[in-house]
């Protein structure tokens, strides 16, 4: 039974950790990080996927210097997207 438990402790432990094999990546999780969304980590490497880095990257910046945003993961949003309906 211990080779059981070291193994299942063995598992838990890697899927905790990250697994990054593309930029795309690596930036999504950099936008999650920045606006303290870890949980919606896979919405923002979609995002970094289709979308400019460098743009995404200078919008989340911003907000996070932002001190009275609370919901600085939803503030990004709809910026982002209010920004899309404008150039339209």
Sequence with gaps: MAFNEEYLKEIKKRAKESHVYRK???TGLLLADILGDRAHK???IKLAK???EG???TLAQS???NKNV????AYFMRLL????????
Excluded: C, P, V
Excluded at 70 to 73: F, Q
């Design 70 to 73: 609370k919901n600085k993961g």
């Design 55 to 57: 743009t995404l990257m």
């Design 42 to 44: 896979a919405l923002y």
């Design 81 to 88: 997207f209010d920004g899309d309906k404008n150039k339209k």
């Design 63 to 65: 907000i996070a210097q």
């Design 24 to 26: 795309y990546q690596m």
């Design 50 to 52: 289709e979308r400019d």
